[in-house]
């Protein structure tokens, strides 16, 4: 058997985790960041967030979000072949195509190749739009805020 970890049970793991840390947090009402290590640069900062337009922090969201999915259905797609993709050529099965699993070569078929790929394009494409519309909304609300020297 080889030495993959299952994707399922991690997945669970970390929602219950993420869970639990929630559910703490909203009973004992504890602060993100204690108020008296809170500087006011930090302020500003959650202050320019909260300024943004509500649609680009709703499409900012979906993004993150999308990256998420698009890496879990990577990983679970990976997980997959990496367990159950033959090592040799199944013509019968169609799975010709070699693919490279970290050094362990596996075989898939046209729509396996081509639903992997996509899944890998996929999560890059929602990442660097995250990324590109975290560094938008900063420009944005330094901006709009202007310089400390300003103030």
Do not use: C, N
Not at 14 to 30: H, K, M
Not at 92 to 121: C, D, W
Not at 126 to 144: C, D, E, F, H, I
């Amino acid at each position: 058997m080889p030495s993959v970890l299952p994707f399922w049970p991690i997945f669970v793991v970390a929602a219950a985790l993420i869970f639990v840390t929630w559910v703490l947090r909203e009973t004992l009402q504890l602060p993100p960041i204690p108020a008296w290590m809170r500087r006011q640069e930090e302020q500003d900062q959650v202050t320019a967030w909260r300024k943004l337009p509500r649609m680009f922090r709703f499409i900012f969201r979906l993004a993150v979000v999308a990256t998420f999915i698009g890496g879990f259905w990577h990983a679970a797609l990976y997980t997959h072949y990496q367990l159950y993709a033959p090592r040799a050529a199944d013509p019968q099965s169609g799975r010709i195509y070699p693919s490279e699993f970290k050094g362990v070569t596996r075989f898939l078929s046209a729509e396996e190749m081509v639903s992997y790929e996509r899944s890998q394009h996929a999560m890059i494409v929602a990442g660097v739009a995250a990324l590109g519309l975290a560094l938008g909304g900063s420009m944005w609300s330094r901006r709009k805020s202007g310089s400390r020297d300003q103030r």
